[in-house]
């Protein structure tokens, strides 16, 4: 299925250094079943990659210097491991130079690469191709290098990446469940200690789809940053008050409410949400080992209305998008997904009804915002893999 996307990347690659790759990666995006902005407040969260991938061609090469191609954007960029390198003007390039230095700091030793990349995961959309991109590097790295990093390592180089030379103080989720995911299953991973199970997704007669609002964000400008700021602002109050709880998952909606007049309503309200929404990470990880899908979807429509009008993360196509899909007969829950202002929402559906919903929906949107919506029916897949011949199927 990724085949189309692997020639051309191998296409790309001829083009851009005028010879064959020799090993071919694939990194893949990532959906939310549940627990959004959780993950950088003790969280627990569930996720699964999917099968839209970042493909990367390589080859290793005999000098210190690593060049890519960027196809989708048209786009090159070379820079010696020998140097210490710092943020350039091109936001694609930071999420690797990130990885890089990330690594070199730790003294691993890294030589001399030619990639080509190319994507199917839409980028801006909320299906993470930014941890796809950070952690697929980092896997090259350490498979080609014989780093010996673990995948843990591997999806914390990605999320370090992204703090120090993108600028976005995002969570563990994304790089995580692209490194860690598995075909079927879905990821129920403690954002604190970063343990992890799996499990069935057990949604049968029913389907996950995602409906893309196609308003692009990125998290460098979105508000993401200003909403962690609310919620460590929030957290400083509730530990100077409640100094002997551990964890921020620990406090009750009763200690925030002490802590309120101090920490101002909008951190009130941010952390309300957020110990909310992790009790009901904890729910819905039963109701979906349990197949209870009713319940499930109930809990989305909650996270829902939390993101739009407690963490303020969603905005008018995306409440638009998701009030019409919950009003559709066969509409378990709905809500948007990821970090929000803009992006797509998660949809729980009964499969006698996808095909009708999709077209009344897709109609509403277009006749209220004069926007095509995009319709992903993703299926839950392997983590970053190298891809081998007559070997890999996806
Ligand atoms: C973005 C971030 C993640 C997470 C989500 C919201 O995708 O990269 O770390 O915070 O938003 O759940």
Same mark, same amino acid.
């Given at each position: 299925m990724q085949e189309k996307l692997i020639n051309y990347t191998r296409e790309a690659f001829q083009s851009a250094f005028g010879s064959q790759a020799e090993r071919i990666f694939l990194a893949p995006g990532r959906i939310n079943i549940i627990g959004e902005h959780v993950d950088y407040s003790d969280g627990f969260v569930l996720p699964a990659a999917i099968d839209k991938h970042i493909c990367f061609a390589v080859k290793k090469t005999k000098d210190s210097k690593i060049s890519f191609f960027a196809k989708d954007f048209n786009d090159s960029f070379s820079f010696d491991v020998t140097e210490k390198q710092t943020p350039v003007s091109q936001t694609w390039v930071n999420y690797l130079l990130g990885v890089f230095n990330a690594i070199q700091e730790s003294g691993k030793e890294i030589g001399g690469l030619e990639i080509a990349f190319s994507s199917t995961i839409p980028m801006g959309s909320g299906l993470s191709s930014s941890a796809a991109l950070e952690c697929g590097f980092a896997y090259i790295l350490n498979e080609i290098f014989d780093l010996d990093l673990t995948k843990k390592e591997l999806s914390l180089i990605g999320q370090k990446s992204e703090h120090t030379f993108v600028g976005v103080k995002c969570g563990i989720m994304d790089q995580f469940s692209s490194v860690f995911g598995k075909e079927h299953q879905v990821i129920m991973l403690d954002c604190n200690s970063l343990d992890h199970q799996y499990f069935e997704a057990n949604i049968e007669g029913c389907s996950l789809v995602l409906f893309d609002s196609c308003v692009k964000h990125t998290h460098l400008t979105s508000g993401?940053?200003? @909403? @962690? *700021?609310?919620?460590?602002? #929030?957290?400083?109050?509730?530990?100077?008050?409640?100094?002997?709880i551990e964890k921020f998952r620990d406090f009750t909606i009763e200690m925030l409410d002490d802590a309120r007049a101090e920490m101002g309503e909008i951190s009130h309200k941010r952390c309300y949400y957020l110990l909310k929404e992790i009790k009901r990470v904890e729910k819905a990880a039963k109701a979906l080992s349990e197949g209870d899908l009713d319940y499930l979807g109930q809990l989305l429509n909650?996270?829902?209305?939390?993101? /739009?009008? +407690? &963490? +303020?993360? =969603? $905005? *008018?196509?995306?409440? &638009?998008?998701? +009030?019409?899909? /919950?009003?559709?007969?066969?509409?378990?829950?709905? @809500?948007?997904?990821?970090? #929000?202002?803009? #992006? $797509? =929402?998660? *949809?729980? %559906?009964?499969?006698?009804?996808?095909?009708?919903?999709? +077209?009344?929906? =897709?109609?509403? !949107?277009?006749?209220?915002?004069? %926007?095509?919506?995009?319709? !992903? @029916?993703?299926?839950? /897949?392997?983590? %970053?893999?190298? !891809?081998?011949? *007559?070997?890999?199927?996806?």
């Open positions: 993401y940053n200003d @909403r @962690r *700021n609310d919620v460590d602002n #929030g957290k400083k109050i509730l530990w100077k008050k409640f100094p002997e909650e996270t829902h209305s939390g993101l /739009s009008t +407690e &963490f +303020e993360v =969603s $905005c *008018n196509e995306l409440d &638009f998008m998701v +009030e019409e899909t /919950s009003k559709e007969l066969g509409v378990l829950g709905a @809500r948007m997904m990821g970090g #929000g202002f803009g #992006g $797509c =929402s998660i *949809n729980l %559906i009964k499969d006698e009804n996808v095909d009708i919903v999709i +077209e009344n929906i =897709s109609a509403k !949107y277009k006749a209220a915002f004069n %926007i095509e919506m995009k319709v !992903y @029916r993703v299926k839950i /897949s392997d983590g %970053i893999n190298e !891809y081998k011949e *007559n070997e890999f199927v996806i």
